[in-house]
């Protein structure tokens, strides 16, 4: 099984910043893409960004041009930096991960997996 940790949320004043992390960790797999998603009271969850193993990323029209992601493959880390917040940016962000278990191998098996989630609240 792979796990997600995700840190990073809180609450910030409209204009500011936060960066959330997240962290798998397990055996014998392989990330394919690495992804958060948000999900705002009384709402669906959306996609807010994806970042694959080569590095292609592709972002929500409403974040573009105000939050990156970034990915460290050698922590099998991901990254979302969140400047010029709005409130309508809060919401709970979760990071979903989607690769293979036993990749290479007989067993190889997809996997998709979400954090906890973690909260972002954009107030003044």
């Known amino acids: 099984q792979v796990h997600l940790v995700e840190s990073g949320g809180g609450l910030v004043q409209p204009g500011g910043s936060l960066r959330l992390s997240c962290a798998a960790s397990?055996?014998?797999?392989?990330?394919?893409?690495m992804g958060w998603y948000r999900q705002a009271l009384g709402k669906q969850r959306e996609l807010v960004a994806r970042i694959t193993s080569g590095g292609y990323t592709n972002y929500s029209d409403s974040v573009k041009g105000r939050f990156t992601i970034s990915r460290d493959s050698a922590k099998e880390t991901a990254y979302l930096q969140m400047n010029s917040l709005k409130p309508d940016d809060t919401a709970v962000y979760f990071c979903?991960?989607?690769?293979?278990?036993?990749?290479?191998?007989?067993?190889?098996?997809?996997?998709?997996?979400w954090g906890q989630g973690t909260r972002v609240t954009v107030s003044s």
């Open positions: 979903n991960v989607e690769g293979n278990r036993w990749p290479d191998t007989p067993s190889d098996t997809p996997f998709n997996s």
């Open positions: 397990g055996r014998f797999f392989r990330i394919n893409v």
